[in-house]
């Protein structure tokens, strides 16, 4: 969807500023993966929605929270989010939905200063 977006650039920047924003919501925020979060039995199993949400039990929703806001542990974030195949795509595929949505926004100033 992106990538055919990049491709015909027919569609306009604004276009795929609303692709980079969706494809970037969904990565996050709604990609079925893993949990993930450090529990007391270890790496929690549950489902949960996008990278950087926790599964329902609201306390590893804190976790990731936590996590983004909280340098010292990105390494720990970032095992997290790269810790299988699923998470990995997903969030590979997130940070380039953020950095098309960048490069869009970026582009449409150029444009627009012209
Ligand atoms: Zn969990």
Redesign the pocket.
Known sequence: MLIAGWLTFDFGPVVLQALSAVSTFYFFFNVPVW?G?Q?RGGT?R?N?HGVLM??H?RQ?KWQKIKMIFWSARWARLRQELFQNATTTLASLGGILAVTSGIAAALRRRVVATR
């Open positions: 949990c979060a529990g929690c549950n949960s926790g599964c039990l590893h």
